[in-house]
């Protein structure tokens, strides 16, 4: 599905981020990476066609190595996957200023510039490009504790439908995936918590959380051109959480 397919993806050093890099090499597609954590670069030692680099998204010079290396490997870059997230549970008036723009630091701003720089490359190379953007089921659903994380969320999903009816003169893409409670690397921990596991359940028509490639397995169709005519949409992948 991705063969010849180039991709950068953001947060690739635990949990979605991580299962998306091997999904993407498993369709033949090759990842550029990022990840912050320099103790997870380990984990891609011995994984063949990756190349992943140390730093954090809000430092957009991150992109634009990457994007020179690619040139240097003469790989051109058909997708983007703005993954790399932060999550912030506080209770709404102890949520001040400096929290909340910590908090669309990265969760909004750096996915603003990373589209912007990478559209403008597609441009240059006069060639299509998809990029998707992961969003939050929390950013269509009131959750309590979680109104600055919604906000971020809920702001992805203006940006990707305007910036989807601009560029589309250009052939690039943009859509936008929102998990549900999905069994990445916090759900053994969040299972303990046995009260609130079980509210998610009676909450998730389907009854159970989502399986890692059931998320990823989506993300490599809208990366692929299988999904050509799918443009400015969010995806709920919940079980049903968001119809319920």
């Known amino acids: 599905m991705l ?16 299962d998306l890099l091997n999904k993407i090499i498993s369709y033949n597609g ?7 954590s320099k103790s997870d670069l380990k984990k891609f030692k011995n994984i063949k066609n990756c190349r992943v680099f140390l730093g954090d998204v809000k430092n957009k010079s991150i992109i634009k190595k990457i994007l020179k290396q690619s040139n240097m490997d003469k790989k051109v870059i058909n997708g983007l996957v703005n993954n790399a997230g932060e999550r912030q549970r506080t209770k709404f008036d102890k949520i001040n200023k400096k929290k909340l723009t910590a908090l669309f630091d990265t969760n909004f701003f750096s996915i603003f510039e990373y589209m912007q720089i990478y559209s403008k490359y597609l441009r240059q190379k006069k060639t299509s490009g998809s990029i998707v953007n992961i969003g939050s089921i929390v950013g269509n659903n009131g959750f309590s504790e979680l109104s600055g994380y ?9 940006l990707t439908k305007s910036f989807a009816v601009e560029m589309a003169k250009n052939n690039i893409r943009a859509n936008l995936v929102s998990p549900g409670f999905i069994k990445t690397s916090y759900f053994k921990k969040f299972r303990k918590k046995s009260k609130l ?20 397995n989506l993300i490599c169709f809208l990366l692929s051109d299988l999904s050509s005519y799918i443009n400015g949409t969010n995806i709920n992948v919940d079980g049903g959480w968001t119809g319920s």
């Not at 063969?3 to 991580?18: A, Q, Y």
């Not at 359940?201 to 059931?214: F, M, V, Y």
Request: charged share 20%.
């Open 3 to 18: 063969s010849n397919k180039n991709i950068i993806v953001t947060g690739v050093g635990k949990g979605l981020g991580f």
């Open 30 to 36: 090759y990842v550029y990476g990022i990840t912050r």
């Open 150 to 158: 919604a906000s971020t969320k809920t702001a992805l999903i203006g």
């Open 197 to 216: 596991y079980n509210w998610t359940l009676s909450r998730i028509p389907q009854k159970r959380w989502g399986r890692p490639e059931e998320v990823t």
